[in-house]
């Protein structure tokens, strides 16, 4: 199969990419605001869960319709000639199976939901010292982990990041960059560095607009990844 890719059905892609992203934006967005007015007592016409479900619909939609335009755009080639075969293995798995750790730290996060757990209960607890109520949102929730309210019923949003501590850099999604500049002063980017000593030996730090310089004008990068140690410099206490 041959990648090349016909300009029309380029175009096709970037014309169905951006009316359905900025759908699901919209339903995500929907979906904060319904839940700002149901923790403000008010009546809804439509239920919180309604835009998530709408938005989450309509990703799965637009992965299917991207799937299917790639595939009408790929050209048949002549059938493939085998000229040889090789069996690959990756190094890093050798040294696990042989009891070798010849690489960096942050190689080895073997449990990502554990690193993930305690790096929300690191932030849950940073909130709760601040005299806020902190709500942890759905594992799927887009845009941000945490929904925190103070005493007179301000709301911020946020987003955590966990790594073992020694990693490189983190990534981040397109959708969780829109949230935090749509958000502006009522977002927290929580950065957690999880020991291996326990969770006694955390660390958190917190960051207020952290992508207000990140691009999102190209609708074909979906993730971004961001350098640790830069974003550990820049943030600082719970706040």
């Not at 709408?54 to 992965?63: G, I, K, N, T, V």
């Not at 940073?126 to 941000?144: D, K, Q, V, Y």
């Not at 960059?177 to 291996?196: C, H, P, W």
């Amino acid at each position: 199969m041959s990648n090349q890719i016909l300009p029309a059905t380029e175009r096709a892609r970037q014309q169905v990419r951006h009316r359905l992203t900025s759908e699901i934006n919209f339903q995500d967005a929907r979906y904060a605001e319904l839940l700002d007015q149901e923790a403000a007592g008010r009546q809804l016409k439509t239920r919180p869960e309604t835009a998530l479900k709408r938005a989450r619909d309509l990703e799965r939609r637009l992965d299917a319709r991207m799937a299917d335009l790639t595939l009408d755009a790929q050209l048949r080639a002549h059938p493939p000639t085998m000229a040889g075969m090789a069996l690959v293995i990756p190094q890093g798995l050798l040294d696990r199976l042989t009891g070798k750790r010849t690489m960096p730290a942050a190689t080895y996060a073997k449990d990502t939901a554990e690193v993930d757990r305690r790096a929300v209960a690191a932030v849950m607890a940073a909130e709760r010292s601040l005299g806020r109520t902190p709500t942890e949102m759905p594992h799927n929730n887009p845009g941000f982990d945490i929904r925190s309210t103070d005493l007179e019923g301000q709301v911020i949003r946020i987003e955590v990041k966990g790594r073992i501590d020694g990693a490189e850099d983190f990534q981040i999604t397109r959708r969780e960059v829109l949230t935090a500049k749509n958000l502006g002063d009522a977002y927290r980017l929580a950065i957690v560095k999880v020991s291996q000593d326990g969770s006694d030996h955390d660390e958190l730090r917190y960051l207020t607009r952290p992508f207000d310089l990140t691009g999102t004008d190209d609708f074909s990068v979906t993730r971004f990844t961001i350098d640790w140690a830069a974003r550990w410099n820049q943030g600082g206490p719970p706040l």
